[in-house]
């Protein structure tokens, strides 16, 4: 009986995955691929240090204002936010909650909201230059709890002229009348700063979400629920819902809540169109 014959290529082939599998590191390798979590866990640990040293240079050559926004920054932005942020400032990278350094002439706003909300505030800020100085809450702004806790380091000093609020799909599992009495002490506490209250709902939660068809409904109570409260304040709301539902199939992200660049800058433009009415009427009054 004949045995079969390799061919040439065959055996190098055939060596050659030999060699590539039962090969030992080299000296480099061992030096660049971590051999278990703990060495991991080191690496990035080393590489977070760095980022940190640059960004603590950095904030030395800025001015007392901004080092003390820098500051508020670091207290606020969280475990999960802040060394997006400090990378970010390390690389020159512009940001939604980069410093504004006011022009005296022109009103002041301020927007807080979620992850959507810092998604639209680069755009909203780009159509509103010239007209207003847009600042940002210094943090993921979160569900209404965290904006009961947190309002009073957010409006800073206060001297406001439009703030444009939301929070809604942080709240999709908080009880319809907690979330109500929540909303209602929020809207309050705003309006004693004398600035004009606008309520942005909250964009939808697609059905195929991954916590399931139920949280599309949640967010859609929400938003009534706000609006019951917004009407009983006196607080215009900025219909962002109903203004990007037409177009979600080309501006939010498969089955997530967020959007994409396209979805952003039409949200940014439609929040800077609203303010810079609001901001026309306040100027008539």
Known sequence: ???PVLCTRCCFFVCLMTVFIVA????????TEPTNAAEAAAKKAEQAAVINKKFADWKTTLSP??????TVLEENLGGFYLPIYKKQKV???????DYVADDPNLPRVLLIGDSVSRGYTQAARKALKGKAN????PANCGPTATGLKKLDVWLGDGNWDVIHF?????????????????LDEIVKRLKKTGATVVWASSTPIPADWKEGPEMKTKLEEKNAIAAKVMQANGVEI?????????????????????FNSKGYNMLGKQVAKHIEG????????
């Open 238 to 258: 900025d219909d962002l819902y109903a203004f990007i539902l037409p177009h979600l199939s080309e501006t939010q992200n498969p089955k997530d809540v967020h």
């Open 278 to 285: 609001t901001l026309e009427k306040r100027d008539q009054k």
């Open 91 to 97: 690389q020159g990278v512009v940001t939604a909650w």
């Open 166 to 182: 939301n929070f809604g799909i942080h709240d999709r599992r908080t009880p319809a009348a907690d979330y109500e009495q929540r």
């Open 24 to 31: 030992p590191l080299t000296a480099n390798d061992k030096k």
């Open 134 to 137: 847009v600042h940002r809450a």
């Open 65 to 70: 204002e901004q080092q003390a926004w820098e």
């Open 1 to 3: 009986m004949r045995r």
